[in-house]
């Protein structure tokens, strides 16, 4: 039993290294990218090449990473801004009734463990977030950012 569960529909680059213990779906992964235990990738999710994703990262539908990217351990993506149980007529919701929101990660980029990103937010390039933040509007290149919610701290030094 090898403890992963990858799709037919999974588009796995080259020498993607994969630890036990992942669900992929519909996603794709790309050159050389190392992704922990724990992981679950969904749907229309995107990985660029040379990435680490560390355990226990949940990358959902509508997010875009980058080349040379960072993800620390537990860091969680949220696609959906305003998220409820049931639609207008008081049933579970169904993929119709809601629409994902976009997450772009940009080349470079780094996010520490423990962070949270939410909806519709873009983080630059080579910018690095701090563990255990909450991102809840776009992140400049160059900058470290961090808290809940995350704030700028400083530029990166010879950025």
């Not at 992929?24 to 990738?41: K, M």
Request: hydrophobic fraction near 40%; proline fraction near 4%.
């Amino acid at each position: 039993m090898s403890f992963l569960c990858i799709s037919d529909d999974v588009r796995l680059g080259e020498n993607v290294k994969l630890s036990k213990f992942i669900n992929l779906y519909g996603c794709q992964i790309g050159d050389n990218t190392s992704i922990g235990a724990f992981v679950e990738v969904q749907k229309n999710a995107t990985v660029g090449k040379n990435c680490k994703i560390s355990s226990h990262t949940f990358i959902c539908e509508g997010v875009t990473i980058e080349d040379n990217v960072f993800i620390g351990h537990g860091v969680v993506f949220i696609n959906d801004p305003y998220p409820r149980s049931v639609n207008v007529w008081g049933r579970l919701q169904t993929e119709a009734d809601w629409k994902a929101g976009p997450t772009l990660v940009k080349n470079g980029a780094s996010i520490g463990s423990g962070c949270t990103i939410l909806a519709n937010v873009t983080i630059g390039e080579n910018a690095i977030v701090g563990a255990g933040s909450v991102v809840t509007r776009d992140v400049a290149p160059n900058v470290i950012v961090a808290g809940n919610p995350s704030r700028f701290l400083r530029p990166i030094d010879g950025k």
